[in-house]
């Protein structure tokens, strides 16, 4: 892509990564991504805020020679992480009178992960400003959105925000604003997700803080740019501040077909008592989707047959992912088949240090379901649609 210009003087100067799939060696993309960097000149001084992870350094300079950008005052690092700043060195060595702002935290981060040298830096306080002449931007520090050091910058006179990760999305698009915003909103869902869901508490102040500023464009790290806030704004403010949904997150492993066998069971005795249920056979499963789901989910069941007096090994990771997600999960089970025994729900329950929530009578039935277990998760479900019908969610 070419540059893209937000207002005057202002513009998109990073790179689209349609080809990467996989994200800090964990979180899939399927839809790739883009690195966003954005340059905004004033009448005395320049700034570049942010740079681009350091596999796609070549796109950047090109973007500024397109430009005819010959000098960066200030290089604003509104975050630490590689995939923002892992081209600064590039950038202060092309720009050496260049000055790097950040948060004082910042500052220690990227000394220690890219050995920038101190003399470089001017570290910011929240809410403080820089000149550019006929422009201020406005520093807002941001902790744990989604890192200890992120800060936001805001242009005050064009009304543009600059939210580092804060409303991204991974998604690599051809559209710099978005267009489709079914497309956007499930890729920001997921973003959210897998990344900022276990700050969500931290989220909600800050976006209460952000209601004191009139937003005309966000611009985030990731992802297309909002020219309509209020979608994401309000995407996100759902995501954070509302009840869980009347739902059950239902990740599985079955060896030998009992555990499976119990699942559609339960599934079906959900559906008839007005329950929604999302399930993820755990051999196949996408754990980006698993992680959309527990945005939204009141329950989670897993279903395991045992493994070595334990829970399946492909188990194993869904359980630790919902415990270091901290979704607003309320209850959760077990269901599942054994041969002769085993602590399955002891240790899945031990994994789950991060949730207050109420564990539910497991169902975990010897060999192949009879009888008895049909009706044992009967009154799992049972007691699973009441207690979403107490807690009102709908």
């Not at 570049?48 to 973007?63: C, Q, R, S």
């Not at 998604?171 to 978005?178: E, Q, T, Y």
């Not at 915003?181 to 969500?200: G, S």
């Not at 339960?266 to 007005?274: D, H, I, R, T, Y």
């Amino acid at each position: 892509m070419s540059v893209v210009k937000l207002a005057e003087g202002v513009y998109w100067v990073g790179a689209i990564d349609w080809n990467r799939r996989l994200f800090d060696a964990l979180i899939p993309l399927p839809d790739g991504t883009s690195y966003n960097s954005y340059i905004v000149t004033g009448s005395e001084k320049t700034t570049l805020i942010d740079t681009v992870d350091p596999a796609m350094w070549n796109e950047l300079p090109k973007h500024l020679e397109q430009l005819g950008i010959k000098k960066v005052d200030y290089v604003i690092a509104n975050h630490a992480e590689q995939d923002h700043s892992g081209s600064l060195p590039f950038i202060l060595e092309r720009f050496p009178e260049a000055k790097l702002v950040c948060t004082p935290r910042c500052k220690d981060m990227l000394i220690d992960l890219l050995m920038i040298p101190g003399e470089k830096f001017i570290t910011v306080n929240d809410k403080e400003t820089i000149s550019l002449g006929n422009r201020t931007l406005e520093f807002i520090h941001a902790p744990w959105v989604h890192w200890p050091e992120t800060m936001l910058t805001y242009l005050r006179e064009d009304k543009i925000l600059f939210s580092c990760d804060l409303f991204g999305s991974h998604l690599a698009d051809s559209d710099a604003f978005v267009r489709d915003e079914r497309l956007v909103y499930e890729a920001a869902k997921r973003y959210f997700a897998e990344i900022m869901m276990p700050f969500r508490n931290h989220i909600q102040k800050h976006l209460e803080r952000l209601k004191g500023y009139k937003i005309d464009i966000i611009a985030p790290s990731h992802g297309p740019m909002h020219n309509k806030t209020d979608f994401i704004i309000q995407a996100y403010h759902n995501w954070v501040f509302d009840e869980p949904k009347n739902m059950v997150v239902l990740p599985y492993v079955s060896m030998h077909g009992s555990t499976q066998k119990m699942v559609e069971h339960f599934v079906e005795a959900l559906a008839q008592k007005g329950v929604g249920v999302k399930q993820f056979d755990l051999t196949v499963t996408d754990i980006g989707k698993l992680a959309m789901s527990l945005v939204d989910a009141a329950t989670v069941v897993v279903g395991t047959p045992t493994v070595l007096a334990g829970p399946h090994p492909n188990v194993i990771p869904a359980v630790f992912l919902a415990n270091a997600l901290r979704p607003k999960i309320r209850f959760i089970s077990v269901i599942g088949s054994y041969g002769w025994g085993g602590k399955t729900l002891e240790v899945l329950t031990s994994m789950l240090p991060n949730l207050k929530v109420e564990i539910l009578e497991p169902v975990l039935c010897k060999g192949y379901p009879r009888e008895a277990a049909f009706q044992a998760l009967d009154m799992l479900a049972d007691t699973i649609a009441r207690k979403h019908r107490e807690n009102n969610f709908a």
